[in-house]
């Protein structure tokens, strides 16, 4: 199958470079993983799931696609000493720009890691370019880049290092005292895009028939601003979460719960789901199946759910704080059933004997459970379960996103129930009692056979 994505950049000059994008799905069993001025540039989906887009590194240039995301910053490819990587590699002899910082980097993400050393070169996307970028070149790497899969559609689409998009001040080297400049800031800092933004769109993931996108979303954008993980400190595309509720669609609130302190909400593509506190993510798993529905996956601690959850018409709401307006929230609307995601990727869960999970998951591989905080706030992170349903805009220079609900080429595509809106702080009636015993019991734990889940998006450092 064959998406069509997008990463945009304005120019200067006001050009545009467009092209396709590829989002692919595989019919056989494999793992679900993390994944301008008006440039366009490639956005390919490995297997369904992992988003990647083409840059080359050095002069000549050397080519690779790697993963975008926005929940790490580094840019890193691996080199020809990583013996054990499988596909190309960079050969900084090969270049006539590179040059050798002799600084050493070593990232761990929520699941898999990276080493190797820093050098700079020039980086190309999609025609614009900027020289002297640092960068990594990978030695090792573990549950990051993976053989070519021989059953996949689009078998030479598979990530080969990763393109973060975060601030300087979530990279390696400024942990490590010695802080730069990210490829996307570096755009923006040296004068190659006229506005200080890009725009990412991935598409939800049932709707069909993508040959083009050409939306205007300049009258649907909403911002939320972004949150510091420090005072006055930027690192993560992180918003300022309120409340999270669900629900029926004549607005009756079957759950809810206000968030105090308001928690940070991560917006990482580079994640496969979305990640929040345990019992919140149980309340939400219960409004589509009961207690003894649910099962947690004891090796990769996701909820595995009966697909016949597709089924609802109920709503997930995350409400987000404002700068424009203190007595209003900005209200991101998402169609239940779009968080019921089959197990097979590629498949739909109406399709007869497909087994399913939930598209958020609990902090289970932190201290007692609980989630990351930064700068007091209880972190959430927000995957591509919830943003491929997004139009997204990231503003560098004014630190805050832009959400829209996507647009459809055709009308009848147009996804229903999405949303993102203004409303009132606090407006929810309290939610009904309910009569089973789901809310006081967790789920049961099962060792279940299922696709691997790769988070490996974002960094906490």
Known sequence: MVWVVGVSFVTISCSTVSIPILKKTKPSHGQLVKRSSSYKTLLYNDDGTEYLVSISVGTPPQNFLVALDTGSSDLWVPSIDCLDCPHSRFDSTNSTTFADIHQ???IVYGIGHVDGIYGKDTVRIAGIQVEQQQFGLAHSSKDIIFPTNPFSVHPKLTANGILGLGFPGLTKAAVQGEPYNPFVFALMDQGHIQYPIFSIVMGSIYQNGWSDIHPTYRDSLFYAPLATTKPHVYTYWMVHGNEVSITDPDGRVKTSEVLTPNHGFIIDTGTTLSYMEQHLAEALVYQVATRHQVLMDAATGTYVIDCAAYETDRLLHLDLATAEDADHELRLTIPLRDLVLPIQAGQHPTVQGTKCMFGIAPWLTTTNNKPPVKNGKPLVLIGDSILRSMYL???MQQRRIG????????????????AVTLVPRKNLVQPEQETNDSQSHPPTMALVVMATILVWGCTFY
């Open 104 to 106: 050493p980097f070593s």
């Open 393 to 395: 805009v990231f503003d």
């Open 403 to 418: 959400f829209a609900p996507l647009k459809m080429q055709h009308a009848s595509d147009q996804a229903v129930n999405h």
